[in-house]
């Protein structure tokens, strides 16, 4: 059984189809999904999906590209929607300095604020990353030991930025670009990294892995991912999803 611990259920195309991804999913062998918040919208959208939906968790949060529109009203929103029991962390949050849809300043503010939710209401965090390894890894060093899980999601640093974050307790998920040809770096940091600090994630409906590149990614192609990461290791797919999953109960306080 695998874990999707990064999905976005309402972004799949059809709308309002989730019942087929699902199931499509638990087809695969994966038994949980993790359907992830990225605005106010979005995030109750992710608390109705998971209160419908046995094996389906959410998170709430504010992306770092909407952070220039994200007003402290609805960050005390967050509060709120972390309230309900199918909540298991908060974000997807961070910085993005790729894209810079928002005002650094501003991400930086937003990002340090759900950071203080997160730690108000008990909850580990998923972090978002892109081009911004410093900045994220300044801001997370000094909050690090009063959070009470870190994810960085979809990461995308080299060996020696792993092994920084690694150091803070930090879980790694691992998206399907480690599918890719020329994903040498991620595949380096998933042959190193220790297994009981590895998580799989599909990043759905984005980063398709290998053999569906071109089409729209969903949570049944998790298992693309785990297979990679079990031959990068030279161990076997089961072990893989054993651990992973015992990874993923842990940091979120999934259900068995």
């Not at 999904?33 to 209160?51: F, Q």
């Amino acid at each position: 059984m695998l874990i999707d611990t990064h999905a976005h259920l309402d972004l799949l195309k059809p709308r309002n189809r989730e019942a087929l991804f699902i199931d499509r999913a638990r087809k695969a062998g994966v038994g949980t999904i993790v359907t992830i918040g990225i605005d106010a919208d979005s995030s109750s959208a992710a608390v109705a999906l998971a209160r419908q939906w046995p094996g389906v968790y959410a998170t709430v949060g504010f992306h770092p590209h909407g952070a220039g529109r994200a007003v402290y009203s609805g960050l005390d929103r967050l509060k709120v929607l972390a309230a309900s029991p199918k909540v298991v962390a908060l974000g997807e949050m961070g910085l993005d300095y790729f894209r810079d849809r928002s005002p650094r300043k501003v991400q930086r503010e937003v990002f340090r604020t759900q950071l203080g939710v997160a730690r108000e209401v008990g909850l580990p965090v998923v972090i978002h990353d892109r081009d911004a390894h410093e900045d994220v890894y300044s801001i997370l060093k000094d909050r690090a030991q009063d959070l009470k899980g870190i994810v960085m999601h979809c990461f995308s640093g080299d060996w020696a930025f792993a092994k920084r974050c690694l150091d803070l307790g930090c879980y790694l998920s691992i998206p399907g670009v480690v599918t890719y040809k020329k994903a040498g770096v991620l595949q380096n940091v998933v042959k190193r990294a220790p297994m009981e600090r590895l998580l799989m994630e599909t990043d759905c409906p984005f980063l398709t892995p290998t053999p569906f590149r071109g089409s729209q990614n969903e949570p049944a192609y998790v298992k693309h991912v785990a297979e990679k990461v079990a031959e990068i290791r030279d161990t076997s797919l089961e072990e893989v999803a054993r651990q992973t999953t015992a990874n993923a109960r842990a940091v979120f306080g999934l259900e068995d």
